[in-house]
Nanobody
Framework: QVQLRESGGGLVQPGGSLRLSCTASGLTLDYYPVGWFRQVPGKEREGVGCISGSDGSTYYTDSVQGRFTISRDNAKNTVYLQMNNLKPEDTAVYYC?????????????????????WGQGTQVTVSS
């Protein structure tokens, strides 16, 4: 059974940094492209960025471009989301999932709703 687990969230001041981790059991992440997503209560889950499974190419949404970086460590079966220069509007629960990764990283709400292997997510709060 595939289980995804996100970790590394927390409370950080505006301008600060966090690194989130995505691990999986029952699945070797390095075989797959992986997407990061986030959701604010009362709003739809949205894509943040992704990393391809082939050449490690990464793509990001405009709101995080230049501030967030996705990488992977295949030896640890882990995908990371490095978040720098965090803003209050980055406050959300962050999730990861194997996902088609292309430029631009545009994800339909229908596909998000259909996916049923979401992990618990990790809370990121950006506040002074």
């Amino acid at each position: 059974q595939v289980q995804l687990r996100e970790s590394g969230g927390g409370l950080v001041q505006p301008g600060g940094s966090l690194r989130l981790s995505c691990t999986a059991s029952g699945l070797t992440l390095d075989y797959y492209p992986v997407g990061w997503f986030r959701q604010v209560p009362g709003k739809e889950r949205e894509g943040v960025g992704c990393i391809s499974g082939s050449d490690g190419s990464t793509y990001y949404t405009d709101s995080v471009q230049g501030r967030f970086t996705i990488s992977r460590d295949n030896a640890k079966n882990t995908v990371y989301l490095q978040m720098n220069n965090l803003k209050p509007e980055d406050t959300a629960v962050y999730y990861c999932a194997p996902w088609v990764c292309r430029d631009p990283f545009s994800v339909s709400q229908f596909s998000i709703d259909q996916y049923d292997l979401w992990g618990q997510g990790t809370q990121v709060t950006v506040s002074s």
